[in-house]
């Protein structure tokens, strides 16, 4: 199985980040592939990045058409996932819902717990979007800054406990999905140090591509996620302007 | 008031239409700016499409900045709303939204009625986040293919007829919203041949623009809508790159 | 346009507050009327109250048929506004409605907040009538005694202000709806002193009103909203029984 | 245990037929007073009539303050339900509600089945006003005209009975409400020839008050339904403005 | 009527406590016949002790089928409900339904209130199950340790009182429901010093039992809670293995 | 990894079937051990079967405590899970869970097809349990007899293709989930004349169960799944008796 991993972000950091725990995740036999936008923002925090994460995912997506048998969207929001789905005959992952749905395993409600306030809004919609609402009991976040995006879960680790176990208690949260690509690998670090279970996205949505590999499912010929008809277009990036082409590897 | 009209396709006769019904709606003293997408999709449909539409408003609001009051983003579905009303300090409203919340004053329940089939899932998709699927009965759509994204309204005519009526009568429907740039102006032509009252997109836009002029509101500095600190990007369209950066006009 | 502003109130002070605001808001060309219930309560606070709120609106209504193009139901809480869709074909507007819609366009959220807690359940038994709780952060009202409906926003000026700000920082709202007709103008004495975007209701219906003429509907021929057949009555007010008889200007 | 039984209609011939079915259902030792409205419409249908349903309620209530220990409102809907609860300490129960409330135990889903059309739309809000949207799979109605209202359950009866095991095959209702006043009795007419259990709205309202005056609650003294504040009023009905002064029996 | 109460939990003290309260409620000609578990847990808390609770509970009534006309589960969170409706052609009502479905007739939101934090999960699951979210402010409990289930609410009583009015007060609960057979009676020693009106579960249970058997409705032929087909077991309780195999007293 | 895979029913022939696909579907390196219920009923179908198959999953988890490092309750329905997932301290996954959330992934909206009428009442409390009603469009069912339960799905191959087509066509269903065990393995006969995907929960469940073990979550220390405190009882199930006494292996 050919896994490609996107970094809608430009921070090759958090990149190595994704791909390191993603690594780990992975069944033998996984070809983990994983790559860092080359345009758009360093790291997506608002509704308006989510619209440049969207287009970056898209045409990131596009330019590997072929060479991949499931992709994860690795930004914690799924920029793109939607349309993603419509384009693409193999399963797309977004880290976001691949937590969530991990999450509604290990508890009755989950949280989401992330690491900047600027966030917030954006996750609130993600959560809205899966319709996921009714298991979720809150999103919630350090409402500080921080010095690099690379290192915030370090710069941050007791905060986060500390923010962690107050939700699971103040929210009746049963398990907390840790939300945002910076914080990938964090869970194993403080597992130990919070009161309900952690969910580590990337590791979900790695074993989530395998279990929809291995459900083996037919490309749709109905449905809202059929591919769409061949579409013409203008000044758009050449790989993406293929895809909407309907011209497929 | 100088209200800015952006048709975030790249189809200049829907612009000319959109243009032209909003013309006639505004008040007196209203200076009206309309312009199609420099770079996209003909027509947006599809999710993907979506996310196109959404970086095109951006790019298109961006390169703008100050020289407006208001903006309506001129595709139902209302691609790059919530984005653009994080990085615009003036009202931005959509062609959707302002459709959906008119209709909320002419009847218990609203439907949405298009022409074609392939818009149906972004649509109900807005429908949701708008927060309004309480009032909406159904979206409909015509499933057949049409011949010019301009021309729709004329060649579909008698076929959109009856499917509002027969959405008004199975659904329940009390009002309809014909949804879709391309049928600007249509809800003139045959609302005396349809059972329940019709909302054209663009007059309830230009409209609901003047509202929230007249509403003299000041720019949120708490909120989720409170504009985000400034961001550096790499290889974005150089307007957004700016708006991103936190240069205001 | 010719613009009826009934304030289903006893109180001619709030009707002058109305006026006032109102008068501003309006379109060069809208003819305004406003005038102050007969018979009622002071102020509407309860949801008992609301019932006479209702029928005494439906009275006032009746009693001008044929002389306006478009009526406000001065009071929050939209009393009778059911009922008065129902009976009139032109369209009626409510306070709340309007404002809670156009805050819509303002923000995510909006919260609603009042002066007094009295006010608080009808409130929002009208949210969830209108079916936009799922937008609706909360309605929040000072506990407190006041001096005069006439001079509330006056005597509570800090105290609003305060409650304002906590309600967007506490309940996530992006927006506030200022809450009940004493209100009226309020928004812009204290626009500068509060973190988000606030909503003059009275602002709002005008606009709203100015809007639906603007859309020129077509009275419902179907749906829940379609004139009823002629009926009936004993003892009720003349111009009602009128109404309800089927008989118009 | 005094029992009021009021229709807030002018027919007198409903109220006996509400008054004979709650008569057999009381328990023994109940005293049962039925009372017909003075003033108002034969029967209420629309939202406009429910408007004055419900003020005449409060004032049939009002009239007889201090003379009954529990009352119920004998109309289906449940006009000025709501404010009655604020104002009378004694419990006070709707036809709907009490119907509804009942139908909850006998099935997972009830649908409501009447005899016309025109109390489709206040039907469905009734059920929303009291948050059982969930448990109701639908509003059905006949959608033709009928000679009398005190005769339209002999007219209709093989209509109705064809309408309810449709409504339960096609809606998958559990249970039936059969609403409407008018209909009182007619669950036990048609029992045996309707596939799922029937709730007559009267015999459940009056075991329902009977359950209400077992209980033995404390009026509250916090609460929305705690006894509002006295209040002027002008113009109003003697024994309603006496009720909202706050002088009590 | 012979009315069976069975107590699915081993608590013979308990049993008493449900049985002398249901004996006040009852009306004269109620033949009531109270019994408790022979197996299971002392006191269902968890949803663990549920799922004993449920088969127990189908046990026991299907150990006296045929010598009831109506029978209530007597543990708040209705073990096996849904189940013993499908099995028994009388109706069978739960205790936290019959509390929650009356203090819809008492109050907009009703809370509920009990004496142990092990049960709010399985509480709230409860509330759900029945579609009653929408009416629930809050489930609340005591966080603390008791001496004896059958004691629990002397040796509380204060603070059972404190946590009533202070959710009274915090969540917005017009009235509480008592959750928890132990609290049998209670709501009667309390009710001077709570705020709002308490609903007793065992009086609700014993009137709504009345008013299901005064509707006389027939068992379904139809709908989610017709009697299923005969089917075989191994291994079960032997009058339970009877009810499966469709044999009827 | 030891994976318990239990079948709660007494069908031998569906715990082969049950088997053979979760063999398949897991990693190298899992032991898998199925096991079929040593009482109960031959095919759950009911809430009165759920009952009983709730009961009998905690027994046959109890009996096994230790020696495995996640279960799977193999009935779709998942009874039993609440309890199970509070009594141990390993994953436990549902049928019906697994493949619910699996196909959130593969659809905006999927739809639950199955062989027997007698099971959507339970299906459909199922979806909301796990409070994914938002995402399912339909639970359907054939409505006629079947000769035996191993056999069903080769006996109504065609009759079941049609459904899933249908219900994807007229329900909108972007993916169809195959319900009920007896359907394991389904998938992979007919998902070529399907026009949407479908998902087989066996493999969705066994790959769930891996996704995990790989989070490397710890026992809950708080939240309503954490291990309840040990409790005493009467006349269970030895295993399930030390269980709930706080013993473990």
Not at 156 to 166: P, V
Request: with cysteine.
């Amino acid at each position: 199985m050919r896994l490609l991993l996107i970094n809608p972000n430009t921070s090759a950091g958090v990149t190595q980040k994704l791909d390191a725990v993603a690594r780990v995740a992975a069944a033998s036999g996984t070809e983990l592939v994983s790559v860092t936008a080359p345009r758009g923002v360093p790291y997506i925090a608002t509704r308006a990045d989510a619209v440049i994460g969207a287009i970056v995912a898209l045409e990131m997506l596009s330019a590997r058409d072929g060479s991949f048998d499931a992709a994860i969207i690795g930004a914690f929001g799924d920029p793109g996932l939607g349309g993603a789905r419509e384009l693409f005959s193999v399963p797309v992952i977004g880290l976001a819902e691949a937590g969530m749905l991990s999450a509604c395993m290990l508890g009755r409600n989950f949280s989401i717990v992330t690491f900047s306030g600027a966030l917030v809004p954006w996750y609130e919609e993600c959560v809205k979007w899966h319709g996921l609402h009714e298991r979720c009991s809150s999103v919630r976040a350090l409402n500080e800054g921080f010095a690099t995006i690379e290192g915030v879960q370090n710069e941050k680790e007791q905060r986060l406990i500390d923010l962690a176990n107050r939700t699971a208690d103040e929210d009746g949260a049963d398990v907390i999905v840790l939300g945002g690509a910076p914080l990938s690998g964090f869970a194993d670090v403080i597992c130990d140090r919070v009161a309900v279970p952690l969910v580590d996205c990337v590791v979900a949505a790695v074993k989530q591509s395998e279990a929809l590999i291995a459900l083996k499912t037919r490309s749709p010929k109905a449905g809202t996620y059929r591919q769409p008809g061949a579409k013409s277009s203008i000044g758009l990036d050449p790989f993406l302007c293929r895809m909407l082409a309907g011209i497929r590897e």
